[in-house]
């Protein structure tokens, strides 16, 4: 990365992935519907990742192609304004399928060496 502000969202994102990952961790699916505070708290956190790489340069989205930026920020947009019709399964899928993997991405462009 070569944007000192993209190295802290980079951060940031991975921080919060981390986060839900670890809230996720001990639950079952059928607890993502059964505890709305955990549920209300994972939707904040896939928001918070999704604005963070909304906010990322182009420069450095382009850079790392195998990470999928748009679908991330339209997954953000989806959360915010369809809120009342978010699929739960694909939520459980999101966090505990797609975020490890995006945990490994983030790790790996914040240890890369600067070009």
């Known amino acids: 990365m070569s944007h000192p502000d993209d190295d802290a969202t980079v951060q940031d994102m ?52 195998t990470v999928p930026w748009q679908e991330i920020i339209a997954f953000r947009n989806r959360l915010i304004h369809g809120y009342d019709t978010i699929d739960r399964d694909i939520l459980w899928a999101i966090l505990t399928a797609d975020f490890p993997i995006l945990r490994a991405e983030l790790e790996s462009m914040l240890h890369e060496d600067p070009a």
Not at 37 to 55: D, K, M, V
């Open 14 to 65: 991975l921080d919060h992935t981390i986060e839900a990952i670890n809230i996720v961790a001990p639950l079952t699916r059928d607890d993502l519907d059964s505890e709305r505070i955990t549920y209300l708290a994972l939707l904040q956190l896939c928001q918070i990742i999704g604005e963070a790489a909304r906010r990322l340069s182009p420069k450095t989205r382009d850079a790392r192609t």
